[in-house]
C-alpha cells in the first residue's frame, strides 16, 4: 500500500499540538532582497522566460512536490501541509522571532508641524486648568486666578494658531467651555465679581456651548452675595425655565434658594409659595424648617402646626442603628459589621440625623408658645406629636427644654417639679433631669438637695461627667478636696475633653497647695482653650515675671477688664517698674474708677512724684465713694497745703471740722495753718483741740479699767482649771497683740496723711473675673441653637452633656 508510506503514526511521547507556529524560512519574504539564490535567478533568463502558451497541450505530471518543512510531499499524502509534530531541520523554536535582533526604533515624531504645536498646546492648557483647580482646593485662591488666567492665554493663542493653518472648523469648543469656566469660578473665589460675572455671561451668550443656561445659576448666586436680589430672583428663574424636568433635584435646589432669596427680602408669602412646592414634590429637613420660619413671620398657627407635622414625617432615608450591631452567631457578619460602623457613610447618616433632631428641636421651641396660648401648652402638643413619629427619643428633650423656659421666665419652681417628672423615666433621661436639678440646687446654694440629685444621676448613669462634676461640687463646697478630685478624675476618665472637670481639678489641687499639678491642669487646659481668660489667670501660679506674661496674655483677650489691670501693675510695682505700674493702674482707674485700692496708688503715686494737684482728683473720688471714711477728706486738705493752697486748705479743714468735730489731726491742723496765717480763729480752736484730747484720754482710760476688770473676773472665775486658763489666755493674749501690731501697722483714720508713707499704700488684687471665679464649674454645658428668632439661649447652660 503506497498510499500508506507516508502516513506517521503519533508516537505517545510527542505533543500533538507543538510546531503550529514554526514556518519554513524558505517562505519569508521580508528576507527575500538577503537571498542569493533568488537575486541570480531574478538576473537570469530564467526570470525571464515566456508564460506558457494556453493552447500547447502538455502532460502534468501528477507528483507536484511541495517543498514543505524541508521535506517532499506528494499530493495524495495524508499529512497536512504545513504541520509536523517534529522540529525542522537546522531550526529552532522562536516564536517572539528573537533571533532576528532588536526592532529598528520608531521614527522621531516632528514636532515643528502644525498639527503637533497645536497638540502640545491643547495639552498646555489643561495642564494649566488642573493645576488651578488643585490650587484652589489647597486654598491659595491667588494662584489658582492666575493659572486660569494663564490657561485663557494660551487658549486664545491655540484658537488663533488653529485659523492660522486653516483648521478653524475644528476648535476643540470642549477646552474653550472648560477654560471660561473655571476662569468665572476662580473670579467669584477671589470676590472679583464683576470679572466673574462677565466670565459668565461670554458663556451663556455662546449658543454653541451645550447646557450653558446652568451658568444662570452662579450668576444669580454672585447677586446674592451683593445682595441684589431683584435680580438674583431674575436669574434664578431663567436658570429654572432652560433646565429640563429630567433634572428634577437641580430644579429643587434653585427653588429653595428662590425661597431663601425671598425670605432675605421680607417677602414671606412668595417664599411660602416656593417651599410649600418642594415640601409636596420632594421634602427635605432644611426646606421644612424654613417653612416653620415663614409660617412664625406671618404668625400663622395652624399652618404652623401642619409644617411642624411635615417636618418630622420627613424620610431621611437611613438605615436603622440595629444593623449595627453585631451578633453573636455569624463571625464574618459581625467582622463586616465591626468594618462599616464608623466608615465615611455610617458617619454621614449620623450627621444626617443630628442636622434633623437639631431642627425638629429648634422649631418646637420657637413655635410652642406660639401655637396655644399658654407656652406650656404648646409644648405639651409639640411633645405629643413627636412621640407618635419617627424621633420618640426627642420628646424627653422636649420636656425638658420646658423646664428650661420655666426658668427663662424666673418660675423656678415649676421648672423644678417639670424636672422631677424624670425620675421615673428611662436611665439616660432621669440622669439628664437629675443633672439639671443638682445644678440648680447648687446655684442656689441648697448644697443638700444639689447632693442628693447628683447621686441620683450618678446612680442612673455612672458614665455620665456632668454628673460627676457636679457631684465633685458639692464635695468641694464641703472642703472635702481629696475626695472631691477623685470625682473629677473619673469625669475626666469618661470624657477626657470635659474642660469643666479639667478645670475644677486644678482649682482643686490648688485648694490641697499642690501648685505643680494644679498648674499641669492649667496649662493642659489652656492649650484647649487658647483664649479663656479664666485658665490663663490661673496660670499666676508661677514666677512674677511669667505671671506678667500670662497676664499680658489676658490682657489681649479682654483689654478692659479693670482688675486684670490693676493686677499687672501691682505685679510691676511689685518689680520696681513703676512707670509700668502707672500706666497699667491708670488704664484700670479709666474702665472702672470705683476701685479704692487703685484710686489710692495713684494719689500715693502723685504725692511722690511731687504732683500733689493732680492726686486731689483721685481723693475727691475716694471721698465719693467713702463720704464716711475722714481719711480720704484728710488727704485732700494736706495735698492742697503740700501745694501751698493753704486758704484752700483751711476751707477744706474747716468742712471737715464740721463734719466730723471730734477728730483731733484736722484740729490740730486748723491750729497749725490759722497760726501760721496769723487768723483769730487759732484760740478757738486750741480749745476744742485740748477738750477733745482730754474727752479721748477719759475715753482710753475707761476703756482700759474695764478690760482689767473684765480679765480680773475671768481669772476669779477659772481658779480650778489655772492651768488650761492660762493657756488659753496666752493664746488669746497672743491673738489680740497680732491683730493691735496689725491694726498699727495700718494707716488709721484717725492719723493725719503725713503720719503714712507712701509705700504703706498696697492695692490687693481682686479676681477679673469676679468671686465665681475659685467657684467650681458646673457640669451643665452651653448648647447655643442657630435659632434666628430666639431672643436669648439662657436656660441652655443648664442642659447637661
Known amino acids: 500500500m503506497p498510499e500508506m508510506e507516508n502516513v506517521h503514526l503519533a508516537v505517545e511521547e510527542e505533543d500533538l499540538y507543538s510546531g503550529y507556529n514554526d514556518y519554513n524560512p524558505t517562505f519569508d519574504s521580508e528576507e527575500l532582497e538577503n537571498d542569493v539564490g533568488f537575486q541570480q535567478a531574478v538576473r537570469t533568463s530564467h526570470g525571464r522566460r515566456p508564460p506558457v502558451s494556453p493552447n500547447t497541450h502538455s502532460v502534468c505530471v501528477c507528483v507536484c512536490v511541495c517543498v514543505c518543512d524541508g521535506a517532499a510531499r506528494p499530493m495524495t499524502a495524508v499529512r497536512a501541509a504545513g504541520y509536523t509534530s517534529s522540529l525542522t531541520r537546522g531550526s529552532n523554536f522562536d516564536p517572539l522571532g528573537q533571533s532576528k535582533g532588536p526592532a529598528p526604533p520608531l521614527e522621531a515624531k516632528n514636532e515643528d508641524t502644525p498639527e503637533e504645536k497645536i497638540k502640545i498646546l491643547e495639552k498646555k492648557v489643561n495642564d494649566l486648568i488642573e493645576e488651578s483647580c488643585m490650587a484652589q482646593s ?9 493659572k486660569a488666567k494663564e490657561a485663557g492665554r494660551k487658549e486664545r ?25 473655571n476662569l468665572a469660578n476662580q473670579y467669584a473665589n477671589n470676590e472679583m465679581y464683576p470679572e466673574a460675572l462677565n466670565s459668565y455671561q461670554v458663556i451663556v451668550k455662546n449658543k454653541m456651548f451645550s447646557n450653558a443656561g446652568r451658568m444662570k445659576v452662579n450668576m444669580a448666586n454672585i447677586y446674592v452675595k451683593q445682595k441684589n436680589y431683584p435680580k438674583a430672583i431674575k436669574f434664578y428663574r431663567m436658570a429654572l425655565d432652560q433646565i429640563s424636568n429630567a433634572h428634577k433635584e437641580m430644579r429643587i435646589k434653585i427653588m429653595q434658594n428662590i425661597g431663601v432669596v425671598f425670605v432675605r427680602m421680607g417677602q414671606y408669602s412668595d417664599a411660602i409659595t416656593s417651599f410649600e412646592h418642594i415640601m409636596s414634590e420632594s421634602p427635605n429637613i432644611k426646606t421644612g424648617f424654613n417653612l416653620i420660619l415663614c409660617y412664625y413671620a406671618i404668625g400663622d398657627r395652624d399652618r404652623m402646626k401642619k409644617a ?32 462599616i460602623k464608623n466608615d465615611k457613610l455610617h458617619q454621614m447618616e449620623r450627621d444626617l440625623k443630628v442636622l434633623a433632631e437639631k431642627y425638629i428641636m429648634t422649631a418646637a421651641k420657637l413655635i410652642a408658645p406660639a401655637i396655644e396660648n399658654s407656652f406650656a401648652s404648646g409644648f405639651d402638643w409639640c411633645v405629643d406629636m413627636v412621640k407618635s413619629s419617627q424621633y ?16 427663662r421666665q424666673k418660675d423656678f419652681n415649676q421648672a423644678v417639679e417639670t424636672l422631677k417628672t424624670f425620675e421615673k423615666k428611662d436611665s439616660r433621661v432621669k440622669s439628664a433631669a437629675a443633672t439639671n436639678l443638682s445644678f440648680l440646687y447648687f446655684l442656689e446654694k441648697d448644697y443638700d438637695q444639689a447632693d442628693r440629685y447628683a447621686d441620683l444621676a450618678m446612680n442612673a448613669d455612672r458614665y455620665n461627667p456632668a454628673a460627676l462634676i457636679n457631684k465633685g461640687n458639692t464635695v468641694f463646697v464641703k472642703q472635702d478636696y481629696e475626695k472631691a478630685a477623685e470625682f473629677y478624675k473619673e469625669a475626666l476618665r469618661n470624657d477626657s475633653s470635659c ?29 484647649i482653650l487658647r483664649n479663656s481668660a479664666q485658665v490663663m489667670y490661673q496660670l499666676l501660679l508661677e514666677e512674677p515675671q511669667q505671671a506678667i506674661e500670662w497676664l499680658m496674655q489676658v490682657i489681649s483677650v479682654t483689654p478692659t477688664d479693670p482688675q486684670a489691670l490693676a493686677k499687672l501693675g501691682e505685679l510691676h510695682d511689685g518689680e520696681g517698674d513703676k512707670s509700668q505700674a502707672f500706666q497699667h493702674y491708670y488704664e484700670s482707674f479709666r474702665y472702672f474708677p470705683s476701685n479704692i485700692d487703685v484710686i489710692e496708688w495713684l494719689g500715693a503715686y502723685y504725692i511722690e512724684t ?22 480720704w477728706q484728710l488727704m485732700v486738705a494736706s495735698c492742697y497745703r503740700r501745694s501751698g493752697n493753704y486758704q484752700k486748705a483751711l476751707e477744706t479743714y474747716k468742712d471737715i471740722h464740721r463734719k466730723f468735730p471730734e477728730n483731733v489731726e484736722c484740729l490740730r491742723f486748723l491750729v ?3 497760726t501760721d496765717m496769723g487768723l483769730k480763729e487759732v484760740q478757738e480752736y486750741a480749745t476744742k483741740l485740748k477738750k477733745v484730747e482730754k474727752m479721748k484720754e477719759m475715753r482710753e482710760q475707761r476703756v482700759k ?8 473676773g475671768r481669772r476669779e472665775g477659772r481658779e480650778g482649771s489655772a492651768g488650761s486658763a492660762d493657756s488659753g489666755h496666752s493664746s488669746n493674749s497672743t491673738k489680740g497683740e497680732r491683730l493691735s501690731a496689725k491694726m498699727r501697722s495700718l494707716p488709721g483714720s484717725n492719723e493725719p496723711y503725713e503720719a503714712s508713707s507712701p509705700k504703706e499704700i498696697d492695692a490687693s488684687y481682686v479676681d477679673p473675673l469676679g468671686p465665681q471665679m475659685e467657684r467650681p464649674k458646673t457640669g451643665a454645658k452651653k448648647r447655643v441653637e442657630d435659632d434666628d428668632f430666639a431672643d436669648e439661649e439662657l436656660g441652655d447652660d443648664l442642659l447637661p452633656e
Open 138 to 146: 489647597m486654598g491659595a485662591l491667588q494662584l489658582a486666578l492666575e
Open 157 to 181: 493663542a491655540l484658537v488663533r494658531q488653529r485659523e492660522q493653518s486653516g483648521n478653524a472648523d475644528h476648535i476643540n469648543l470642549d477646552l474653550t467651555y472648560s477654560v471660561l469656566l
Open 308 to 339: 411642624f407635622q411635615k417636618l418630622i414625617s420627613v424620610p431621611l432615608g437611613i438605615d436603622d442603628e440595629d444593623k449595627y450591631i453585631p451578633s453573636n452567631d455569624d463571625t464574618s457578619s459581625n467582622m463586616i459589621i465591626e468594618a
Open 392 to 407: 420618640v427619643e426627642l420628646a424627653n428633650d422636649l420636656e425638658i427644654n420646658k423646664a428650661i423656659t420655666y426658668l
Open 499 to 527: 474642660t469643666e472637670a479639667l478645670y475644677n481639678l486644678g482649682l482643686t489641687y490648688k485648694k490641697l497647695n499642690r501648685l505643680e499639678e494644679a498648674l499641669d491642669c492649667f496649662l493642659k487646659l489652656h492649650a
Open 610 to 631: 511731687q504732683f500733689c494737684e493732680k492726686a486731689i482728683q483721685y481723693f475727691e473720688r475716694a471721698t465719693l465713694i467713702q463720704p464716711t471714711q475722714v481719711k
Open 672 to 674: 497749725r495753718l490759722c
Open 705 to 712: 479699767s474695764g478690760r482689767e476688770g473684765s480679765a480680773r
